[in-house]
């Protein structure tokens, strides 16, 4: 799916063709499928083609199960004329991707080590220094979601917040994660855009519903931005909520919120009116609830109240 038409083709050719070059009589060839079809049972799961041993070790099955069968896997090519068409089409594709490639592979490499830089300097927490060499690796790693989430990250650490935002907006084409949507909801959080920042905190949380950290954004949004009742429900979300892990960070998100809940339920805003029409309202369903009580003691008279909510 990632490499789209043209990759899953080649795929499904390579696929075809090793099951043409199936020969029960050879004892050494089932033990080559068998590791192509433990490759192809752990991407079911997991991310193989990421990791550059295992893909040498396919390429090493595919040309084993090549020599053992040479002639049944030119058995799609019925003559010389086919042979020599299909060899000259590879041939003329490898020319293609070199001459695109090698050119191109020193820029690569360079932009490769300044972002390692970048990432080396962003870890000592001088932004300036490694928005720099970010801005060095961008032409080449353009399309790199991770390089862009790492890039729009320092941005905002160094308050870059419009540019932070072109950047990250551009990951998104690329990839999503969790780490991309706080980070962008805190960029529109300093940009004062507090619908945004809430939807994309939200985002994050979808993602990944165990996580605290993103209800923890959310709750200083409402905290800092005097959006009590949210702020209060989310606190009770936070405190209520199973945590997976337990960790210091964990413990120390559910001491925050503790202060948050607090602060509000003290100021006993889940029941303060809203607008003049609301509080008369209030007004008029609490007077009934004021009724005189006779007090034996030293002849005084108290109000007895009863609370009506």
Same mark, same amino acid.
């Given at each position: 799916t990632e490499k789209g038409v043209v990759g899953t083709v =080649? &795929?499904?050719t390579v696929i075809t063709l090793i099951i043409l070059s199936i020969n029960h009589k050879q004892s050494y060839q089932k033990v080559i499928i068998a590791g192509l079809i433990?490759?192809?049972?752990? /991407?079911m799961f997991g991310y193989p083609s990421e990791i550059l041993m295992i893909k040498a070790v396919v390429v090493v099955l595919l040309v084993s199960l090549c020599s053992l069968q040479a002639k049944s896997m &030119?058995? =799609?090519a019925q003559s010389r004329k086919n042979v020599f068409v299909l060899t000259s089409l590879g041939l003329l594709l490898t020319s293609l991707t070199a001459y695109k490639s090698v050119p191109s592979l020193k820029q690569t490499y360079m932009a490769y080590v300044s972002w390692k830089d970048a990432s080396d300097i962003y870890n000592v927490s001088a932004y300036p220094e490694s928005i720099e060499d970010f801005k060095q690796a961008y032409p080449i +790693?353009? +399309?790199n979601g991770e390089f862009l989430i790492q890039y729009g990250k320092a941005l905002e650490m160094n308050k870059d917040y419009a540019e932070a935002q072109t950047i990250l907006q551009q990951a998104k084409v690329d990839l999503n994660n969790t780490i991309l949507y706080s980070t962008l909801g805190n960029v529109y959080k300093e940009?004062?855009?507090v619908a945004e920042a809430e939807k994309m905190y939200d985002k994050a949380s979808e993602m990944c519903p165990s996580r605290l950290y993103p209800l923890y954004l959310l709750v200083k949004l409402y905290d800092e931005n005097n959006l009590n009742h949210k702020a209060l429900d989310m606190a009770n979300r936070i405190l209520t909520k199973e945590e997976k892990v337990p960790s210091k960070a964990v413990t120390e998100i559910k001491e925050e919120a503790t202060i948050i809940k607090n602060k509000y339920e003290s100021s006993s805003i889940n029941i303060k009116p809203k607008g003049k029409k609301q509080e008369a309202s209030m007004r008029k369903q609490t007077t009934p609830c004021l009724t005189p009580l /006779? +007090?034996?003691m030293k002849g005084g008279v108290a109000t007895k109240i009863i609370i009506c909510f």
């Open positions: =080649i &795929l499904l433990a490759v192809g049972g752990f /991407s &030119l058995k =799609i +790693n353009k +399309n940009l004062a855009q /006779s +007090n034996a």
